[in-house]
Structure formats: C-alpha cells, structure tokens
C-alpha cells in the first residue's frame, strides 16, 4: 500500500499506517525529518521543484529523478506500507504514487489507475513531466500521459488530503 500525504503529515501518516519506507520529493532547502521508525536505507529524498518546464533557477524533474524512484520502488519488499510525500500532497507526491502503482503493477490499466487515483484524491494534479518521464521509461507508448490528461486538474486546495493507493486491484 501507498499513502500519499504532505510534509506537514509524515508523523500522523507513519504513526496511522506503520510505513517503514519514505519517497520525498521536495525542493531543494525544504527540510524534511526522517521518522525514527523508518530506516535511513529506506528513505529516498529527491530534490525537483514541482515544475512542467524548465525556469530559471529550479530544478525540474528530470530522467534521473524517475530512475531512482522507480529503482527504490522495485527494492520494497511490501511487507509494510510505503509513504509517498511533497510539500502539500497533491502534484510531485500523486505523481510518483502513480508511477509507483504502474512500475510494480505493469498489467494494471494506466486509465483506470488515474480514475482510482481521482476518486481517492479530488486535489490530485499529478505532475505531468514525472507522469512523461515515466510513461517514456516503462515503455507506455503515450498511455500514462494520456490518462493523467483525462482526469484534469484536481480540485483547488492548499494541501491535500492523506489517501491510500492500492498497487494491485
């Protein structure tokens, strides 16, 4: 299982669901502390800004970025849940969820992972240089993308709701 939540809901997530591995994304100069409970071999802190293209003096999301995610999500054993998190739970964080989900689940529906996804999180507005990275990476010939495009812009919201993602149905 995935929980997807904000910086701010680390310690409430880890204590709720008993996760022992961590994926932060997050810019560069924004701390985050690791949980005792989690390993420090078991948290990947990725530094990107959450950005679609390039800008001057951010780091956008790149090739390496995917690779080393979805290298940490292929080394889970899943015998405990995974935290997933950026700075307000909604872009960076539903993105790589997403990704997580289609990596470890690659018979999985891209379609109906980004329905589930939406119903799960109405704030989601998954971050579609990940999502294309991604969908280049796992050889999804266009699909990933295409299906984050057809569940749009989540609902506005300052940070989103902590949810739960299912790898398989």
Known sequence: MIHVC???KIEETVARTGADRMLSLLAAGTD???PASIPRENHLHLVMHDIAVAQEGMTMPGEEH???LLDFARRWDRAKPMIVHCYAGISRSTASAYIIAAALAPKRDEVELAQTLRALSPSATPNPRLIAVADTLLERNGRMIEAIEA???GADAFEGTPFALKIDI
């Open 6 to 8: 904000s910086l701010a």
């Open 32 to 34: 985050v502390i690791r």
């Open 66 to 68: 995917v690779r080393d």
């Open 151 to 153: 569940i749009g812009r």
